[in-house]
T-cell receptor, first 112, second 111 residues
Framework: RKEVEQDPGPFNVPEGATVAFNCTYS??????FFWYRQDCRKEPKLLMS???SGNEDGRFTAQLNRASQYISLLIRDSKLSDSATYLC?????????????FGAGTRLAVHP | DAGVTQSPTHLIKTRGQQVTLRCSPK?????VSWYQQALGQGPQFIFQ???????QRGNFPDRFSGHQFPNYSSELNVNALLLGDSALYLC??????????FGPGTRLLVL
């Protein structure tokens, strides 16, 4: 079983749509959680951290359920510029050091 | 403020050769991690360097080795290249357990 599993995608949605991505992780001792965005042939960039209380950044809302080991990302009012691959990332912080564990990513294509 | 930089941007090698990739961390960062991203996959952790020593390592063979210099820059070396080593190699830097910032990567093609 992969340490971090994501919806395979791709998601093809029209502008203005709401889209949700899901992710599960296997290491219950994981300490921190993130969503990264990766554009084609570019490096991953931090989109947002994810907290148990849920957090929102504009059109983006992330949620963490530690009991279910489940992470979600909701994008409202999709824009063409949201087209990218979204990577679910877990940091077990084992030994007190950062070590990011990435899912395979979910591709989003927003069309006019 | 310069971000993480990597060189070269692209590289083509043949099987059996050796390659060295370079990374300069973001200003003020002292820890460098290397990741391998195969096509269609998420990045996979290779190893992490701090104070010029390998601090932790992922599930990669000994053909993958690294180095960190006193100025915190780092190199990734891969010996005896295999076709399966073709990937985007990403360097990420951090300071004291902060968020990791990624460089643009080096795209390696092994023929």
């Amino acid at each position: 079983r992969k340490e971090v599993e994501q919806d395979p995608g791709p998601f093809n949605v029209p502008e203005g749509a709401t889209v949700a991505f899901n992710c599960t992780y296997s290491n219950s001792a994981s300490q921190s959680f993130f969503w990264y965005r990766q554009d084609c042939r570019k490096e991953p960039k931090l989109l947002m951290s994810v907290y148990s209380s849920g957090n929102e950044d504009g059109r983006f809302t992330a949620q963490l359920n530690r009991a279910s080991q489940y992470i979600s990302l909701l994008i409202r009012d999709s824009k063409l510029s949201d087209s990218a691959t979204y990577l679910c990332v877990v940091n077990p912080f084992s030994g007190g050091y950062n070590k990011l564990i990435f899912g395979a990513g979910t591709r989003l294509a927003v069309h006019p | 403020d310069a971000g993480v930089t990597q060189s070269p941007t692209h590289l083509i090698k043949t099987r059996g050769q050796q390659v060295t990739l370079r990374c300069s961390p973001k200003s003020g960062h002292d820890t460098v991690s290397w990741y391998q991203q195969a096509l269609g996959q998420g990045p996979q952790f290779i190893f992490q360097y701090y104070e010029e020593e390998e601090r932790q390592r992922g599930n990669f063979p000994d053909r993958f080795s690294g180095h960190q210099f006193p100025n915190y820059s780092s190199e990734l070396n891969v010996n005896a290249l295999l076709l399966g080593d073709s990937a985007l190699y990403l360097c990420a830097s951090e300071q004291g357990g902060s968020d990791q910032y990624f460089g643009p990567g080096t795209r390696l093609l092994v023929l």
